[in-house]
C-alpha cells in the first residue's frame, strides 16, 4: 500500500490566476487550484475532508469549492461582516469563524448559528480546535487567550454570558498566531504575538509553561507532531527554531541567535506569515509577504524548493491529501445548507429552511418546539423504521422471502434423496459384479458352497484342518466329474495337485472356510 500523499494548501492576496492552489510537497507538481476571491490570513480550513473553505480578504463571505471540482464556481456562505479568521472542527461538525470581536459557531448538518461569543474586546485574529473537537483557542488584538469548551458553550443559557475556561493575559501586545497540539484537553497551545513572545499553555491546568522571548515581533508559529520542536516565524523573514526538551525546568528564555547556532532559517525577506510542518518532522513550510513559499530540510537548515507566488502569502499549509481532493469521481455525502447569519433565524430575515431534522445540543429550543429529549425520540423512530424496510422489507416481502426459502429446502432434499438412490445402486451394482466375476473363476464350486463359503468368510479365519478337508473334498469332486463325462483313464491325483490347488485357492479367498 502506497503511503499518504503530503500536499502543500496556499493562498495569497493578489488571486490573479486562483485563489488557492494545490503542489505535491516534494516534486513541487500544481496538483488542483480553485478559482474566486482573495483569501485572508488564517482563514483557509478544510471541512470534512470534502470542502475548502476560505475566508474572504476584507468580504462578509466564506468561499465553499468542493475538493475535487478544481473548475468550478465556490459557493457562499453569507456572513454578518468581514470575517478576520476561519477555522473548522476535526470531526466536521462545526464552523468558527471570528467576525470583528465576536466568535460565530455554526453547526454543518443544519447551518445553524448555535451561539455568539464576545468575551474580546478588540477582533478576533485567530482560532483553532483541539484534535479531539472538544476545545477551541481563540486569540485576538486585546492581548488575551482564550480557551473555550465546547460542551460548555453549547449548553450554555443565551441570556447569560459565558465565561471561557481560561483567560490567558500574559501578552502584552496582539496575538499574532496560535498553534495547537495533540492530546485533546490535555494538548498544549503555543501562541506568538508582536510583543517578541511566544508562550507556551497547557489546556488541562491553565498553567504557562514556557515563554521565549526573541528580538523581533513574532508573526507564526507551529509544531512538530512529535512537539520536540517549535518553530517561529519572525517580522525580519527569519524563522526560529526553539528545542523544547533542551532546557527542562526553565519558564523563560532569551533566544539569542548569535548563540543558538544551527538554530534559525534564513531566506525570506519580509516577515513570515505562516508556518507548517510535515508529518515526520523532517520538512518546515513557510509563506511570507515576499510573495514566495519556501520548503526546508529541518535537520540541514537548507531551502530545498521556492514557489513564488503573485502577492503576499497569507495561508501556506501540510496536510495529507484526502481521497475525495485526489478522486475526480468523488462527490461529497451531503451538500452545504443554507447557513443562518442571526440566532433566531426567520424572525431576523433569514430563509426559513425546511425537510429535514433539526437536531440542537444545549439550550436554544425557544417557546414550544420540541425539547431535545423528543427530537431524539423522533430521530431513533425514522431509523429504526428505514432500517427494517431496508433489511426486512416489510412484512409482505418477510412472507414472500420466507415461502421462498421453504421451497428452496425442499428442492435441496428432494436432489438429496436422488443422490443417495444413485449412490446405493452403484455400490450394489459393484457387488454383483464381484460375486459374478468370483463365481466364473470357480467353475467347480456350486451355490451351495458358495453359500458355506461366504458364511464361513464371515467367521474366523482357516486352519491347517480345515484347509485340508476343503482340498480333499474339492478333489473328490472334481474327480468324480471327470469319470463320469470322460470314460477316458487320467493320471492319479498326487499330493503335488493337492498342493497347486491349494495355493490357487488360498490367493483367491484366503482368510474364508468352506466346510
Not at 285 to 301: A, F, I, P, Y
Not at 320 to 348: I, Q, T, Y
Not at 406 to 411: A, G, Q, T
Amino acid at each position: 500500500m502506497a503511503a499518504p500523499m503530503e500536499v502543500a494548501v496556499c493562498t495569497d492576496t493578489a488571486a490573479q490566476l486562483w485563489s488557492c492552489v494545490v503542489w505535491e510537497l516534494h516534486s513541487g507538481a500544481n496538483l488542483l487550484t480553485y478559482r474566486g476571491g482573495q483569501a485572508g490570513p488564517r482563514g483557509l480550513a478544510l471541512l470534512n475532508d470534502e470542502y475548502l473553505l476560505a475566508a474572504q480578504l476584507g468580504k462578509n463571505y466564506i468561499s465553499a469549492w468542493e475538493l475535487q471540482r478544481k473548475d468550478q464556481l465556490q459557493q457562499k456562505i453569507m456572513c454578518p461582516g468581514p470575517v478576520t479568521c476561519l477555522t473548522t472542527a476535526p470531526n466536521g461538525l462545526y464552523v468558527l469563524a471570528g467576525i470583528a470581536e465576536s466568535i460565530y459557531l455554526w453547526e454543518v448538518s443544519t447551518g445553524n448559528l448555535l451561539v455568539i461569543l464576545s468575551r474580546h474586546y478588540q477582533d478576533v485574529s485567530c482560532l483553532k480546535f483541539t484534535g479531539d473537537s472538544s476545545h477551541f483557542i481563540s486569540g485576538g488584538k486585546d492581548c488575551l487567550v482564550l480557551a473555550w469548551s465546547l460542551c460548555s458553550v453549547l449548553q450554555m443559557d443565551p441570556s447569560r454570558i459565558l465565561a471561557p475556561r481560561h483567560v490567558w493575559s500574559r501578552h502584552t501586545l496582539p496575538i499574532t498566531d496560535l498553534h495547537c497540539g495533540f492530546g485533546g484537553p490535555l494538548a498544549r497551545v503555543a501562541t506568538a504575538s508582536l510583543d517578541q513572545t511566544v508562550k507556551l499553555w497547557e489546556i488541562s491546568s491553565g498553567e504557562l509553561l514556557l515563554s521565549v522571548l526573541f528580538d523581533v515581533g513574532i508573526m507564526a508559529v507551529t509544531m512538530d507532531l512529535a512537539e520536540h520542536h517549535m518553530f517561529c516565524g519572525g517580522s525580519d523573514g527569519s524563522v526560529f527554531q526553539v528545542d523544547l526538551f533542551s532546557w527542562p525546568g526553565q519558564k523563560e528564555r532569551n533566544f539569542q541567535p548569535d548563540q543558538d547556532v544551527g538554530k534559525v532559517f534564513r531566506g525570506h525577506r519580509n516577515q513570515v506569515t505562516c508556518l507548517s510542518v510535515s508529518t515526520d518532522g523532517s520538512v518546515l513550510l513557510s509563506g511570507s509577504h515576499d510573495e514566495t513559499v519556501r520548503l526546508w530540510d529541518v535537520q540541514s537548515k537548507q531551502c530545498i524548493r521556492t514557489v513564488t507566488l503573485k502577492g503576499p502569502v497569507t495561508n501556506a499549509t501540510i496536510m495529507l491529501a484526502p481521497v475525495s481532493m485526489l478522486s475526480s469521481d468523488f462527490r461529497p455525502s451531503l451538500p452545504l445548507p443554507h447557513f443562518n447569519k442571526h440566532l433566531l433565524g426567520a424572525e431576523h430575515g433569514d430563509e426559513s429552511r425546511h425537510g429535514g431534522l433539526t437536531l440542537r445540543l444545549g439550550l436554544h429550543q425557544q417557546g414550544s418546539e420540541p425539547s431535545y429529549q423528543e427530537r431524539l425520540e423522533q430521530l431513533q423512530a425514522v431509523i429504526c423504521n428505514t432500517m427494517e424496510k431496508n433489511v426486512l422489507g416489510g412484512q409482505d416481502q418477510l412472507r414472500v422471502r420466507v415461502t421462498e426459502l421453504e421451497d428452496e429446502v425442499c428442492n435441496l432434499r428432494k436432489i438429496n434423496r436422488d443422490l443417495f438412490d444413485f449412490s446405493t445402486r452403484i455400490i450394489t451394482r459393484r457387488a454383483k459384479s464381484f460375486t459374478t466375476s468370483w463365481r466364473r473363476k470357480q467353475p467347480n464350486v456350486g451355490p451351495s458352497t458358495l453359500e458355506q463359503h461366504s458364511a464361513c468368510k464371515r467367521k474366523e479365519p482357516l486352519t491347517h484342518m480345515k484347509w485340508r478337508d476343503l482340498e480333499v473334498c474339492v478333489s473328490l469332486k472334481r474327480h468324480r466329474r471327470t469319470h463320469t463325462e470322460d470314460a477316458t483313464p487320467r493320471r492319479p491325483l498326487v499330493s503335488s495337485d493337492l498342493q497347486g490347488q491349494k495355493e490357487d485357492d488360498g490367493s483367491q479367498g484366503k482368510g474364508g472356510e468352506l466346510v
